[in-house]
Structure formats: C-alpha cells, structure tokens
C-alpha cells in the first residue's frame, strides 16, 4: 500500500510527460493486482490442480470410441496426470505449482487434440472440449473479479 501511495503522492506530481504518468500510473496498477492476488493464490492453486485431474479424467471419457493419435494423446494423458491425487490445503507449494503447470500444459495441449478431431468432423471433440470450457470459464470469472474488484482499480479507496 505505501508503495502504490508513493507513486501517487511522491512521483506522479513530479512527472510532466503524460507517457510517464501513464507509466506510473500502470505500475500503480501491477501492485494492486498482486496485492489482490496474493492472499488468495495458494488457494486457487489448490483448487484448480484438484479440478484439472477431473477435467482431464471427464475429457477422455467423453472421447470413448474415438480412435486416432489425438483421441490416444488425451487418454494418455488422463491416464498419467489425471490420476495425481488431489492436493490439500495448505500445501507443499512448489511441488503443487510444478504439477498446476504441468495440468495447465496438459489442458493446452488437450484443447489443440480436440481441435484435430472437430475439424475432423467428429462431434464428441466438442462435447470433449464444453468439459474443458466448463472448468475454464469459472476461473477466468473468479480471476477477473480477483483482480479488479474493491480496490482493484486505481483511484478507488
């Protein structure tokens, strides 16, 4: 908070260059982005980790009797990392934070798998793909309101 003040008080009345206000008033916004995230971001980590093993375990199920490379790629991967157990809360951090962005590479590729079997025509690569977008589309609503809400934005108090 006193770094977000400084910027405010100390440096901004100082700053004649509108690029320059416009920077520091961007920095402003950094800080009070993370200042709003950190409190919450071990949780949603947990959260998530423990939703994208599901989403990886639903999404191959979805594609049963689908044959193919991208088809066999998705159940591979439900198979080794859809299956880590759920992590609690609180937990061994770095060791979760590796496997959050092996699930989220996971999910990624995923999505580029189902991508080959739409264009290829089979309907199962999009009820495949709602399951992603169904876990997706709450957590980008949750990190939208993390960040912008109360006094996320600059100039509210």
Do not use: C, F, W
Not at 95 to 115: C, M, N, S
Request: avoid cysteine.
């Amino acid at each position: 908070m006193g770094l977000i003040y400084a910027i405010s008080e100390e440096l901004m009345p100082n700053l004649s260059n509108p690029k320059a206000q416009s920077t520091a008033a961007m920095m402003q916004s950094l800080i009070q982005e993370l200042r709003q995230m950190v409190p919450v971001y071990d949780s949603y980590i947990v959260d998530e980790h423990n939703a994208m093993t599901k989403v990886l375990r639903d999404t191959a199920g979805a594609l049963e009797g689908v044959s193919g490379p991208s088809a066999d790629a998705v159940r591979e991967r439900a198979k080794t990392l859809g299956t880590l157990a759920d992590v609690p809360a609180p937990m061994d951090r770095e060791k979760v934070l590796a496997a959050h962005r092996q699930l989220g590479k996971a999910l990624e590729q995923t999505i580029i798998d189902l991508d080959v079997l739409q264009r290829a025509g089979d309907t199962r690569g999009d009820v495949a793909l709602d399951i992603i977008r169904t876990h997706l589309a709450p957590r980008y609503a949750r990190d939208i309101a993390t960040v912008v809400a109360g006094a996320g934005m600059i100039g509210r108090g």
